[in-house]
């Protein structure tokens, strides 16, 4: 699950640095407030991207999908991105924790019985 979720926590690092640069000159907000509402995001994106396997770090994710959706007020075309990376981010989840499990049953196959 880890690697799955990683990517699209990445993938969503790229995107709200480039819709920062869209809401700085369209929609009349300050750009310090542009830059630190999407200057957080991305920081917590990567920092998902390190704890992922702890309790909690899936609701966080949820959140900033959430989060990433509600962007579309200030950018429109986020209510397309936020709902395209938060389908990725269920499809992770949901795919990664079947690749974990598959993974746990090979591996107790494979260990020695004594």
């Given at each position: 699950?880890?690697?799955?979720?990683?990517?699209?926590?990445?993938?969503?690092f790229?995107?709200?640095?480039?819709?920062?640069?869209?809401?700085?000159?369209?929609?009349?907000?300050?750009?310090?407030?542009?830059?630190?509402?999407?200057?957080?995001?991305?920081?917590?994106?990567?920092?998902?991207?390190?704890?992922?396997?702890?309790?909690?770090?899936?609701?966080?994710?949820?959140?900033?999908?959430?989060?990433?959706?509600?962007?579309?007020?200030?950018?429109?075309?986020?209510?397309?991105l936020?709902?395209?990376?938060?389908?990725?981010?269920?499809a992770?989840?949901?795919?990664g924790?079947?690749?974990d499990?598959?993974?746990?049953?090979?591996?107790?196959?494979?260990?020695?019985?004594?």
């Amino acid at each position: 699950m880890r690697t799955l979720c990683a990517s699209t926590l990445i993938g969503e690092f790229f995107v709200i640095g480039f819709a920062g640069l869209v809401a700085m000159q369209l929609s009349g907000l300050p750009a310090g407030t542009v830059w630190a509402v999407s200057g957080t995001a991305m920081v917590l994106c990567v920092l998902l991207c390190g704890v992922i396997t702890r309790p909690g770090a899936v609701a966080a994710g949820w959140v900033l999908q959430a989060a990433l959706v509600a962007s579309g007020f200030v950018v429109p075309a986020m209510f397309f991105l936020g709902t395209v990376f938060a389908a990725l981010w269920w499809a992770a989840v949901h795919y990664g924790r079947k690749v974990d499990a598959i993974k746990a049953a090979r591996a107790q196959e494979a260990a020695p019985t004594a």
